[in-house]
């Protein structure tokens, strides 16, 4: 009973915070409808997702100990010991943890409180990658789905949520455009959603050597 009441939860709680984040994204194609509180109203959205999204993360962690039955024992733990799990539950969330961190430092109030007079994000972690938070943020189910030692919480990650935070980032930018208009779409095309390491070189022989531009 417990297990499938904790597993009806998680499902209810991720179309919960899909529902209001999605909204919450949106101030500029909301303030086109009832005006200028879209900002205001839009912070409380977030706030309401991310309580939703808190729910979510105990309901991961309540499927470690009440996992829904019937499983196949392949899905009800990694062939590894929990040990390795920690481990690379560690290795991934040290470094995605930090760029969600830097993201949610350099975008400021932002993050949780749109505003109209906010400017166009320029410098810090957001001339590298368009969207830092999302991209830690979602990585760390991953980290909470090993910590739970459990295949099926990453194979819902995968299937479920993976989808849902490219959703975010789709129509937060939609909205971005209706805010900043041609300056975010040049930004669009100078900064990639990651990082791009890019390397020319000249093939160009000079006594059998190869020359970097």
């Not at 009832?34 to 839009?42: D, H, L, N, Q, V």
């Not at 943020?137 to 819902?156: I, K, N, R």
């Not at 208009?181 to 059998?208: I, K, M, S, T």
Request: net charge positive.
């Amino acid at each position: 009973m417990i297990s499938w009441l904790n597993f009806i939860t998680l499902l209810s709680s991720s179309v919960m915070f899909t529902v209001y984040y999605l909204i919450s994204v949106r101030p500029a194609s909301l303030e086109r409808k009832i005006g200028s509180t879209a900002y205001e109203k839009c912070k409380w959205y977030r706030i309401v997702s991310g309580t939703f999204m808190t729910i979510a993360g105990f309901n991961y962690i309540g499927f470690g100990y009440y996992p829904i039955p019937g499983l196949s024992p392949n899905l009800l733990s990694f062939p590894w010991s929990y040990a390795i799990s920690i481990r690379i539950a560690l290795a991934v969330a040290v470094p995605f943890g930090y760029l969600m961190c830097i993201g949610m430092w350099n975008a400021g109030e932002e993050t949780m409180t749109p505003k109209k007079q906010h400017k166009l994000y320029s410098g810090g972690i957001y001339e590298h990658m368009r969207h830092p938070q999302a991209v830690g943020e979602f990585v760390m189910w991953y980290t909470l789905a090993l910590l739970e030692h459990s295949p099926f919480l990453m194979l819902f990650t995968t299937a479920v949520y993976l989808p849902i935070w490219y959703c975010f980032c789709i129509e937060e930018e939609k909205d971005l455009i209706l805010r900043y208009g041609q300056a975010y779409e040049d930004y669009r095309q100078r900064v990639g959603w990651f990082p791009r390491v890019q390397l020319r070189l000249n093939l160009l022989r000079h006594g059998g050597k190869l020359t970097d531009e």
